[in-house]
């Protein structure tokens, strides 16, 4: 079975622009999350998604925002870049959205760079 | 907020040995606690995960244990080979905010053979 598949693997923007970042879980995979991660650092929270409603997010901007489709795939997509935004973004998939049995399967991520 | 310590940040290793990996977390209202590892440039691999009600989980050479009350968990990497070398992440899971996962910086390990 394919694992999370994330596109694209890496990406080049200048500030100001926008992006789109797309994720496909594990097939039967309900649940989507979102992390950043910055060089050195540990991932941190951005969304979680289930059964296409948003179910948790955390301490970032509102020029990030995503959704979920009926396939549950799911976008990213951060407005007006900074050259802060410049990280690993790194999409999760789990069977279901809860937090006390479900694991947690990362894709390889995509390379923002903002220049 | 849930604070999560890695301690070392960098560890190096003649290959053959046994090590430990520490994990300390502030809160210890955790749902689980998840291993990862993390090769350059790529994603995170599942290690492990340990319920807040276990003690330990085991999977091949590694064995994670948990200890809620003092706030600690640590991997055990038994017999260490160079294919072990890799950024090793341990994340917490709270039950005031059951959906994110809290990461600590890593501990970067090397394997030399």
């Known amino acids: 079975d394919a694992g999370v598949t994330q596109s694209p693997t890496h990406l080049i923007k200048t500030r100001g622009q926008q992006v789109t970042l797309r994720c496909s879980p594990i097939?039967?995979?309900?649940?989507v999350s979102w992390y950043q991660q910055v060089l050195g650092q540990g991932p941190q929270f951005i969304f979680q998604?289930?059964?296409?409603?948003?179910?948790g997010r955390g301490n970032f901007p509102d020029r990030f925002s995503a959704r979920q489709f009926p396939n549950y795939s799911s976008e990213l997509n951060v407005n007006a870049l900074l050259l802060g935004d410049s990280a690993l973004y790194l999409c999760?998939?789990?069977?279901?959205?809860?937090?006390?049995?479900?694991?947690?399967?990362f894709g390889n991520g995509t390379r923002l760079t903002v220049t | 907020k849930q604070e999560v310590t890695q301690i070392p940040a960098a560890l190096s290793v003649p290959e053959g040995e046994n090590l430990v990996l520490n994990c300390s977390f502030t809160?210890?209202?955790?749902?689980?606690l998840q291993w990862f590892r993390q090769d350059p440039g790529k994603g995170l691999t599942s290690l492990l995960l340990?319920?807040?009600?276990?003690r330990e989980q085991t999977s091949g050479r590694l064995n994670a244990s948990l200890d809620k009350s003092s706030g600690r968990s640590t991997l055990y990497i038994a017999a260490s080979q160079p294919g072990d070398s890799a950024t090793y992440l341990c994340?917490?899971?709270?039950?005031?905010?059951?959906?994110?996962?809290?990461f600590g910086k890593g501990t970067s390990l090397l394997v030399t053979p």
């Open positions: 998604y289930y059964e296409k409603e948003e179910r």
């Open positions: 340990i319920q807040s009600s276990q």
């Open positions: 994340a917490a899971r709270n039950s005031n905010s059951g959906y994110a996962l809290n």
């Open positions: 097939s039967g995979h309900k649940s």
């Open positions: 809160d210890s209202a955790i749902y689980n």
């Open positions: 999760a998939s789990s069977l279901s959205d809860r937090p006390y049995n479900s694991p947690l399967h």
